[in-house]
Structures are given as C-alpha cells and as structure tokens.
C-alpha cells in the first residue's frame, strides 16, 4: 500500500521570506512523486514532477522540490514566497511497479502568505 | 496543452433525481480517467479509475449503481449520481492521464449541492 504524509496543516510564511511545505512518503517500490497546487473551489494544478534522474526538480511558479530517497520525503519549496502563493498543496505519490496508477494524496497544507 | 473541462461547474438538484457530470480533455487523448470526490477543507478521495470502453473499476466503499462511470470515447467520461440524496452533496472533481509516466491533468470540479 502507499501513503503520503504533510505533517502540518497549514504553513505561515512573510512574504519574500522561504516557503517549504513538508511531505514524506511510503510505497513498496520506487516512487513517482508529485506537487499539485489548489485555489478555492477549484481543480488541482499541476506543480512539479518526480520521476527519475536529478533529485532537485524545478517546476512552475519557482517552485522546486528535492527527492531523498533515504529520508523518503519530498518537500517543495519556493525561495521567496509570494502572497499569492496563498493556498491549498498536495503532495502525491504513485507506486512506479505497481499495477494500475492510482495517486495517493496527502492530506494537504493550507499555505498562507501574508504581506 | 493538457487542459480538462467539466461541466457542470455548479449544479443544485433535488433528492431523488439524477445528476450527470461530464469530463473531457480537450487537447490530449485519455485512456484512463479518473473521479475524486472532496469535502470541505480535505484531500481528494479516489472514487474510481475509468478505463474508455470497459467497466470503471471502484475503490472500495463506492457504491456502483449510484454512481455510475461511463468513458465511451478517448476524450470524454462522465460521472452519474443517481438518486442523490443530500450526503452526496461534494465537490467532484474528474482528472485524465495522457500516458503511466505523466501527471494526471485535473478538471476544474463540480459543486453538487442535493437539496
């Protein structure tokens, strides 16, 4: 079975200041791994993509996230946050052997960014 | 490119009638579909995979005769609540893969509010 885990909920940030939003993973195999971002009372957007080669993967808006394989986590992160990075980020994970491809979402964390 | 509509963005119906939700990717070809349904202020919760021209296949604690999957072409698959009673009130959000080592695209949801 595969799992993710965002251990905190919401994440408050100054604007200009850093903005890491946590995420650990388990699956039986090698992982694909992915970043959606949601706006209020709409779909997910896609953020960035883990799947193989280079740990450090960039992705829209100046989002990136690194792999680590050893701490099973993939936390993304942003250098200077913007305010309208306000809002809703999953974490996502599929098990690269397994049959079918079904994602597992975290449960998400509420970012706020506040001028 | 890899843009998912659906349709109804918003739709109120009354307890015991039948509801349909359409999700269609608009410039890329789908084999697989896929339904989530979200409460408020949580992750996305899988509902099924939809394969074009075969039966959807249900996670479990999914009713199938209520909520019925249809993908009959490589571009559109549709949701259908029937007799909705006022618990299926969510928001139900379709997303599409072009292919295994892609992310899924997301459709902009669909408010369901059953009165």
């Known amino acids: 079975a595969q799992s993710v885990a965002q251990p905190e909920d919401q994440v408050n940030v100054a604007e200009g200041n850093p903005l890491t939003v946590k995420c650990t993973y388990s699956v039986s195999g090698n992982p694909y791994l992915f970043w959606y971002v949601q706006y209020p009372n709409r779909g997910l957007q896609f953020l960035l993509k883990?799947?193989?080669?280079?740990?450090l993967v960039k992705g829209s808006y100046g989002f990136e996230a690194e792999f680590n394989k050893s701490q099973t986590s993939f936390h993304l992160k942003k250098p200077s946050a913007l305010v309208s990075d306000s809002a809703l980020y999953f974490c996502?994970?599929?098990?690269?052997?397994?049959?079918?491809?079904?994602?597992?979402f975290g449960g998400g964390t509420r970012v706020l960014v506040k001028p | 490119g890899a843009v998912v509509s659906q349709h109804p963005s918003w739709v109120i119906c009354k307890s015991g009638t039948s509801v349909k939700i359409e999700c269609r990717s608009l410039?890329?070809?789908?084999?697989?579909m896929f339904w989530y349904r979200q409460f408020p202020k949580q992750s996305l919760m899988l509902m099924a995979t939809s394969n074009e021209g075969s039966k959807a296949t249900y996670e479990q604690g999914v009713e199938k005769d209520k909520f019925l999957i249809n993908h009959a072409s490589l571009t559109l698959s549709t949701l259908t609540v029937t007799s909705a009673h006022p618990e299926d009130s969510s928001f139900y959000i379709c997303?599409?893969?072009?292919?295994?080592?892609?992310?899924?695209?997301f459709g902009p949801g669909t408010r369901l509010t059953v009165t």
């Open positions: 997303s599409a893969e072009p292919g295994r080592e892609y992310e899924q695209y």
């Open positions: 883990y799947i193989t080669g280079d740990n």
């Open positions: 410039d890329f070809q789908a084999t697989t």
């Open positions: 996502a994970v599929r098990d690269r052997g397994a049959a079918g491809n079904k994602l597992t």
